[in-house]
Structure formats: C-alpha cells, structure tokens
C-alpha cells in the first residue's frame, strides 16, 4: 500500500473566468494497494495475478457524493483526471506451467527488456523521478527453454540450470481496428450483439518475437557480487488491412563488477505500413495513407559507480526519430 503527497509550489494556474492566470500551490494525496498473489497446484501449475485497488485514487470527496462538500464524509473513487475509478482493477492474469523442456505462459502478463528504451512503461506505476523499472502488458503466449541444460540432460549429466535462455512468444495486440476521425474521436461504435468484427482477421495485429537471453549472475571476478546479463530480440509485428509489417531488433548489456557498473541497449525499427495518419488518406475514403517507412535508431549507455545507498551515474543517449514525418 502506497499513500503519496504531492506538494507543488509557485505553480501557474489559469481558469476559463481568470485568463491572465495566478500562481497556486498544488497539494494533494493520491493512494493505491496492489496485491500479486500466487496460487499454485503442486510444481506443475501457477496463477499469478496482479490487482489494483485504489489505483491513483485522490484523498477525499471528489465527486460530489456529499451535497454540501463542507460536510462531506464518504470518500470517493476519483483519479488525477477527475474521473471515478474502478475499485478493483485486475491488471495481470495468466497462467505457468512447468512442461517437460521449460515454461510455459499463458493469459495477460507483465513484460521487460533491457534497459527500457523500448518497452517498460511502468505498468501503471510511473516512478515520480528516474526511469520506469515495471514493464509493459501483453496477451500473450510464450515459451523459454534452457537448451544446454536439456542437452546436458539428454547425454547424462547432471542437471544444472545454465546461463542461457531462448524465448518464442506470440502476442495479440488488437482484435479489431477502430477508425478514428480527424479529431481522434470513433467514426463508429461496436454493436454488442453483432460479433462480425471477430471474424475480419485482415485487421488484427499480431506479433511474434524470438529471443535469446544470457544471465549469469555469479561471476565471482572481482567481488561476490559480479554479475551480467545480455539480449537479443527480433520482433515481427503485421495488420494485413494497413499493409503494415514492422520489424525490430533490440539488444542489450548489463555488467556489475565490484562497485562499478556499465549498461548499454541498442534498438533499430524498420518497415513499413499505411496506417499513419499523416496527409490525406490515399485513396480517399480508404481509411489507409500513404505508404510510409520506419527508420529509428535509439542507443543508450550507463557507466557508473554504487555502493550501499549512493549511486553515481552517468548516462549517454540517442533516439534517431524522423526529421520529416509528413
């Protein structure tokens, strides 16, 4: 459980009847409980869920369920944009399960990589400062083996987990592709009791990713406390009806030595698709645009010294972007 005050001064706040504006101090509470209980049929069989109470929800009577707010007493669930939250939120759900040559992972379930200039959003928990150390979100399926353990165990040796790690995982991103007008609201809405839009596959988005992973966390070189850990991935990602088929490659290196420390992650996008609403649509009406590449390059480097509570870092970075979008 998280209670969090947010004090900030000297802030300038405008308002509809007071256009010049006046300087205010923010003050507020926000809250939230996450609980990410387990529960487990033997050593064969995992769930594993992450839930959300609470999430965001800003101390006091906020919308208004007092009629007289100087009375008010229940408090409500309002977020930071004024709407009401749900008081339970299951963000994560899925299942593991040990099989015969690894593990296997099915449902909606948390998802990192490197250093998280690619993905790591928080998972709905943004750090106030720094970087986001939680990861992204994915329906997924996804299977990792330790090949030169299952080797090992094939010629006799005795068994011992390895340093390395090979991933295959399929993700669905989105059933069904919802058009937007130029003001980013829907141009139409899902009739419920119509389940046609499951049955167009051409504008699913599909991904499928193949990874390899290198964690060895005792190296014993210079201290007990030595470690590395390096990756490489290959993402495919496709939506037939917007003739998109995007690829990305990431890679990256994390090396403790006694007190120092040296991180790097480097990532390349490229491919192509029609769904970027840059210009007119091509040919109108279509809902498509012009054919447009993808050409991103980010890097990023981290070369510090830590011990106990101090931490000195310094840190190096690029992200190419694209000087002409339109």
């Keep these: 459980y998280r209670a969090r005050t947010h004090v900030v001064g000297n802030l300038m706040y405008v308002l509809d009847s007071d256009p010049d504006g006046r300087k205010e101090t923010l003050e507020y509470v926000t809250q939230r409980l996450r609980l990410q209980p387990e529960v ?4 064969w069989v995992t769930l594993h869920l992450t839930v959300d109470a609470l999430d965001n929800v800003v101390w006091g009577d906020n919308a208004g369920l007092s009629s007289t707010a100087l009375f008010a ?8 944009e004024g709407s009401e939250m749900p008081f339970v939120y299951v963000r994560h759900a899925w299942i593991e399960t040990n099989v015969k040559f690894g593990v296997l992972r099915v449902g909606r379930m948390p998802s990192d990589w490197g250093l998280g200039i690619l993905s790591n959003d928080g998972d709905g928990f943004d750090d106030d400062f720094g970087d986001n150390w939680n990861g992204d979100t994915y329906d997924r399926i996804v299977f990792a083996t330790m090949p030169i353990s299952i ?13 390395l790690i090979l991933v295959a995982a399929w993700d669905k991103l989105v059933e069904d592709f919802l058009e937007l007008d ?7 809405t899902r009739n419920g009791y119509d389940s046609g839009w499951l049955a167009n596959g051409d504008d699913d988005v599909d991904e499928w990713t193949v990874a390899a992973v290198w964690k060895q966390d005792h190296l014993d070189w210079f201290g007990p406390g030595d470690s590395i850990v390096g990756g490489v991935y290959y993402v495919f990602r496709e939506q037939p009806s ?8 990431d890679a990256y290196l994390k090396l403790r030595l006694w007190d120092f420390f040296l991180e790097g992650e480097v990532d390349a996008i490229f491919g192509s698709t029609k769904a970027l609403a840059l210009g007119e649509e ?13 050409d991103i390059l980010g890097w990023l480097v981290r070369l510090g010294w830590q011990r106990c509570m101090f931490t000195v870092k310094l840190e190096a970075g690029s992200a190419s972007g694209d000087a002409d979008p339109a």
């Design 40 to 43: 487990g049929y033997g050593e």
């Design 73 to 80: 007493g229940e408090p409500s669930q309002t977020g930071l």
């Design 151 to 163: 080797v090992n165990a094939l010629r006799g040796r005795p068994p011992a987990e390895t340093p």
């Design 182 to 188: 130029r003001t980013g609201q829907p141009v139409r």
């Design 242 to 249: 917007t003739f998109s088929e995007i690829h990305i490659i």
């Design 282 to 294: 091509d040919p109108p009406g279509s809902g498509l645009y012009m054919d447009r590449d993808a």
